[in-house]
């Protein structure tokens, strides 16, 4: 049994993910309450839809947004600081978004909202090796993923107390348009088409990618099916593991055959011996089927690159 997604807010409505949910929502006929900082410089990722509305405000401040938004059904929170690898390995910063997401479900209380959802990480899981499912045990290296799980660890109290459903969701590598230009997609295809040399690690342990749509769409259906349970965990990732150097042969090949991939010339911490997720959970609950291959995503992005490389276009 499914059940509309009705009004719902958003966090980080302004981030990659968090935009693509917007989107899917709003063409479900949701009406949506995206949550903004002020002092936000990407407004422009915001939709231009009569069912979207604008929210400015601090997270920190729950009774002024919870006042202005009055009733919702769903929240989802994407907000979250600390970008990039510094932000990530920062403590203060990590566990302050911890502590805001916590806040985050009081107000989403005071909404009426029914179902809070969380944007978990595949970095909770730490350096694991072979499939991960959702019971794998936890051991996160950077403060990212000790604050990701510091939440999974104490939201289903919080949730219980305020009587609303928990979906604690571990995304997995998620690439699209408007992803973060450092990452490791966006990075490959620069480098390529500009037959330019990438520094990268081995690149031989198992690993998952999964086009923004896609992840937006496994998110929409995960706020509108039933639950098995009040307070769930459920990983969120494509069809598509294999070795991570085979994904970026493949990127190679489709730029045009360029650049130069320097193997083993660069050491991560942030990277499991394996990202190999168990993805049955969320079919099993949803029905997602996966719609965008790899191939397909990655060649949309290597077209938009080239116009902007052309100057038609001012970001991947």
């Not at 009406?31 to 422009?44: D, E, H, I, N, Q």
């Not at 991939?261 to 969320?282: F, M, V």
Request: overall charge neutral.
């Amino acid at each position: 049994m499914y059940r509309s997604a009705g009004t719902a807010v958003v966090t980080g409505a302004t981030s990659f993910i968090g935009s693509a949910v917007c989107s899917a929502l709003l063409a479900r006929g949701a009406t949506v309450y995206g949550l903004v900082r002020p002092s936000s410089t990407a407004k422009a990722m915001l939709p231009v839809h009569p069912g979207f509305h604008v929210v400015l405000c601090e997270l920190k401040d729950v009774e002024t947004w919870a006042k202005r938004v009055g009733k919702a059904d769903t929240f989802f929170h994407f907000a979250w600081g600390g970008p990039g690898a510094g932000g990530r390995a920062d403590r203060q910063v990590q566990q302050r978004s911890a502590d805001i997401t916590l806040e985050c479900m009081r107000g989403a209380a005071l909404l009426g909202v029914s179902r809070f959802f969380f944007s978990g990480s595949q970095a909770e899981y730490g350096r694991v090796s072979g499939i991960i499912n959702e019971d794998t045990p936890c051991s996160p290296v950077l403060e990212y993923g000790i604050s990701k799980l510091r939440v999974r660890n104490e939201a289903p109290a919080v949730a219980d107390k305020l009587r609303m459903e928990y979906v604690h969701a571990r995304y997995f590598s998620v690439y699209g348009p408007n992803d973060h230009p450092y990452t490791l997609v966006p990075s490959c295809i620069r480098a390529f088409l500009r037959n330019e040399t990438i520094e990268l690690s081995e690149c031989r342990h198992k690993w998952n990618f999964m086009h923004v749509d896609d992840a937006a769409e496994a998110t929409v259906r995960l706020a509108e099916c039933e639950l098995t349970a009040p307070c769930m965990v459920v990983n969120v990732a494509s069809t598509d593991t294999r070795v991570l150097k085979s994904f970026l042969e493949e990127i190679q090949r489709l730029a045009g055959g360029g650049g130069y991939c320097a193997y083993g010339a660069r050491k991560s911490i942030e990277q499991p011996t394996d990202n190999w997720p168990d993805i049955h959970r969320l079919q099993q609950l949803t029905g997602w089927v996966q719609q965008v291959s790899f191939a397909e995503g990655v060649g949309s992005l290597i077209e938009l690159e080239k116009k902007r490389m052309a100057g038609e276009v001012h970001q991947l």
